[in-house]
Each structure stands twice: as structure tokens, then as C-alpha cells.
């Protein structure tokens, strides 16, 4: 097939035409009418590409009209192509008990179904390319792109992997073979979608695409806005010094101006003060950062996954989710947050059967701790006392006026002259107690001391090599150290069982001073390494310098080396992944912000 016959024939299918073999070297085609009439040609006809047929069909050539009017129509369209992932192993099992060990539930657990089984799926994910126009006081323009799973409705973190095995054109027979996986996200009107690529799919994971791809840039442009304020400022101080003189100039004469004159004057004055506003909003306008995301084109990469629904129940509440297996990144996917979309390591189940994160919750009941996300927080109100979060569950309504409280303030929603009490204002305080006598001094004993035995060399190198100080009573034990990377700054969770937080520690790199590192543990103010600066150093590269820093956190609260774990933050969602070694990026590899904090720190810290 030649690459003329190959372009046709698949472009004619891909405005929805039919094309059947009639002959040797001729196919039957049928075309829509609505393209048929583009074209100006026959619904139905015969074409060929060989010189030697000599049957009545058309003979299609590169300088046929109908030939160019389709490679016209192909400019024109933005150019997608779809891509999959094929031999896969497929062999995972128990990822149920994989679920309940991996996922971090706060207020429920992982149940298996009965009778549920594992299933391979086809999985799809989108990649959106657009063509980003950032427009202030000058245009620029740049490519950004966004991997998006279409199944769970969220952005992919780790994309290098997943675009470099995505090589084959063709599926392979085991993956042609499955079925699509089920949809776990819905659109915002609450309806799910049946199918991952259907434009009303496609249409609320564009949206989304563009989301994060502004999340991605949410830097940059800060940056740039800063910038062009700047600029803005200059403009505006020189427009209200203009305006200032001839406002000046116009209370100038109408001191001295006749009655005839006054009118003018004032009417000018006026106009002058109208033309300043309408300058000083143009200023505003030509300096705000906009930025429009023209879509390109998409590329669709699909790869086989396993499946397997679940349960997450805990005492009043059950829900349905699925736990995914992906046989390419050899691990078990996240739960996505049903309000937000987004992946999150620790999650919520809402009353109502809803996962979310922490930050989409409602304020939790003050009674009944029931726990409500915020596509629930209509069923979240407040008690008429205290004004603490009430659920409906545990309001208790007042008989005779109506209102609503909570137990600890049912009968005071009425008490003060038919009103609510006010438990702002303060009761008096009791009396002080009397303060009791200091006991007696004992008579010192006149027993001489016996002497303390001399400490052998061995001793003395126990007591220089001594174990941690002991913490403070009530604070649980440490178990590991969780380091989370940023671009500016790093910070270790000091954690105990069921993680739970003893300490953090962070370290920032401050351009105007230095490396801040602030500590937030039990000693509280007590705390030697709270609030101290620390100038990059220039001899060593910056990692070794902050993993001195982190052993000696580490070496504080006596845990090994193998209990230190990294995680890197993605600069699109900002949601940390697991790394193998300590590396850093972002301000940290710029030697130009290291040169400007180091010389903070000496204009500061070191100046005579």
C-alpha cells in the first residue's frame, strides 16, 4: 500500500465513511452526506490508485482535487494519535489484603467483598497539549502538556515511565481483548460516565487538564506578576504626577478666574479627574498576567491493569471502591478524593459514603464526631449556644423556642431573658487559695560523705557515648522519619505508630538570609534548634550539608540510619512521591540562590 492509498483510505474512515474492498485495486466507499456535500462530490463511489485498472472508478492521483481538498482539511486539524503499553505481567493477587495494608483509611477499613475476583481491564490514560499565550505588557507563548488518568479523573504524577513503554501502534491480543475499566470519578453535576473517551468524559477531563496545567505555572506566574507590577507602579506614579500637575494648575486659575470662566474650569477639572480614573484601570488591565490555553491535540495511551472492588465500612457507614493494580509502576494506586479528584495517601470516609482528604472535610459534629465531607456540609450546622459544628444527627431541638444545641448546652438556648446564653462573657474568678507554709528545714546531717568510686576508662566512654535524653511523659515512642523535599525547602516528620506526629523539623532556604530551620517537637520553646540560620555552604555540596542536618535530627530521638524514608514533591499537583535517595531541585541546584542566600547571611550575621 502506497503512502497516498494509505492517507486516503484513512482519512476517509476517519470522517465516518465506509470503505469496502470492491476489486483488485478498487474500494467501494460511502460517504456521509454532510461530507459529501463539503466535498462536492458523491455519496457513493469507486475509487482507485492503480494506473493499470481499467474499470470505471475514479482514479485517484496526488494532484486530484478531492486528494487535495482532503490533505487541506488534515492541516487544518490538530494531530492525535493513540498509543498502548503490551506485555504485561499479569499475575497479581490478594489485592484486597494489598489495599488494607497500603491505604491509610483514618476513620474506617478495607473489607473484601464476597465473592469478588480479580479482573484485567483496559486502562486509558489522555495526554492534553496546549499552546499556552501569556499575555501582561508582553506576549509570550510555550508548550505545556498533561498526562490525565481518565478513570480516576486525576493527573499523573510520574509520566516519564508511562510515556517511554507507550511505543506500541497496535494493541496485542490480550489487551485487545479487555474491556475498559470502571469509571471512579463523576462530572460535577453527580452523573458518572460510562465510558473513559466520550466527549462528555473528555470535556470535564479538559477542564481539568487545564487546572493543573495552571497549578503547574502557578510559579511562574506569580513570579511574572510581581515583575509586571513593577513596571505597572512606574506607570502609574507617572500618570498621577501628570495628572496631579494639572489638577494643580486648574485650582490655580479658578482662584483667580472670573465668574464666566469658573463653569469651564470646573467642567475641566472634572474631565481631568474622569480621564485619570479611565487611565489608571487601563494601566491595571494592560499589566494583569492572563494566561489562554489553546488545546493541540491529545494522545490516548492505553495499557492492561488489574482490578478488584472492595469494601471501606467502619461502624455506620459502608462504601464501594476499587483497588487497582498497575503492572507497569509495580504498584497499588491511590484512592482519589471524591470532592477534589485528587490522589491523597490519607483519607476520609464521609458519613454519607463519600472518600475525601482531610482538606475537603467539613468541621466534624462536636457531639457525635461523625465526619462529612464538603459536598455534605449542608448537613453540618451549628448549635445556637456555642456555636461549635452540630450535625442534624445530634441537634436537639428546643420545644419551646425552636432552637437547636448540642447536649452539653440543652436548656440555655432560652435562659437569658428568652435569648441564648452568651458564654463570651467571663465568670468571675474564685478566690485565691491560701498559699501553704514552706515545710521546715531538716538539721543537716553531720555524717561525712563516703566517697564515690573513680570511674574506669570504660565507664567514662559509656557516659561520652551516651543513649538519647528520655521524652517527655505521654509522648509516644518513635518509630520512623518520613523527609519530604520541596523546591525550597525540606521537611522531617518525626513519627510515631499509626502515624503520628512527635516532631517536624524544616529547613528553608531563605534568599535574603540564609537556611531557617525551624522546629516544632515537644520540647517547645525549650528547643536549641528552633529558629537558627544556617549559611549554605560552598566547600560541600548542599546535599551532604542538610543530611548532616537531617542525621543529627535523626541521631536527637536515637534512630538508626534505616528508618529515614525520601519523598520528592511534584511540581504539578504538589503531592509528595517516594524516592530512593535524598536529592535535591528547584532553588536548591541554582548556585545563583545559594551565592544570594550566602551573602544574606554574611550581610547580616557577619558584619562588623
Known sequence: MSELEAFVLGYLKQVEGLVEPAGYGIHEVLLPERVAQRWDTAVYQQITFADTVEAEATHLGYNHPLVEQMVEEARTQSASTKLYINELQLNKTDLDK????????????????????????????????????????????RLASVLMDAH????????????????AGEPDMILDSLSDAPMRWQSGAGRSFNSPLNQQ?????????????????????KSLQTRVNRFRELDEARLTAYYDELERDLQVR?????????????????????????KLIDVAERYRVKVDLTLLNLMIIQQPKLVMPVLIENRTTKASAYAVWDPLLHRLEMLACEVC????????????GHLAHEGCLAPACIDCKRVFCRQCADQVGACDVCHEPLCHHSRILCPECGRGTCQAHQGLCHANAGQPVDLTVKAAPPPPKPEPKPPEPKPKSKTPKRPQPKQTQSARKLQKTAAPPPLLKGVPKPQRIEVVIYPDAVVAFLLASREREIAVRTWELNLGEGIIRTCECEKGTACTANRMVIRPSEWEPIEEQLLKEIAAFRTEYGLPPKKISFNRVSSLDGLPFPTQSFKLFGLWKEEGALAKARAGFERIYWKK
Open 98 to 141: 494489598l489495599a488494607a495494608k497500603e491505604w491509610v483509611i483514618l476513620n474506617g477499613r478495607v473489607m473484601p467483598q464476597k465473592r469478588a475476583t480479580i479482573a484485567r481491564v483496559r486502562s486509558t490514560y489522555v495526554r492534553f497539549n496546549f499552546k499556552a499565550a501569556i499575555v501582561s505588557d508582553e506576549k509570550q507563548e
Open 254 to 278: 479658578l482662584t483667580s478666574a472670573s465668574h464666566e470662566r469658573r463653569s469651564s474650569l470646573q467642567d475641566k477639572l472634572v474631565a481631568v479627574q474622569t480621564e485619570r480614573a479611565h
Open 152 to 167: 480516576a479523573g486525576h493527573r499523573i504524577a510520574q509520566t516519564d515511565l508511562i510515556e517511554a513503554k507507550a511505543t
Open 341 to 352: 479528584g485528587q490522589p491523597s495517601g490519607r483519607t476520609y470516609l464521609c458519613h454519607n
Open 201 to 221: 468524559a473528555l470535556t470535564v477531563l479538559l477542564d481539568r487538564a487545564k487546572t493543573a496545567v495552571l497549578h503547574e505555572m502557578s510559579d511562574y506566574l
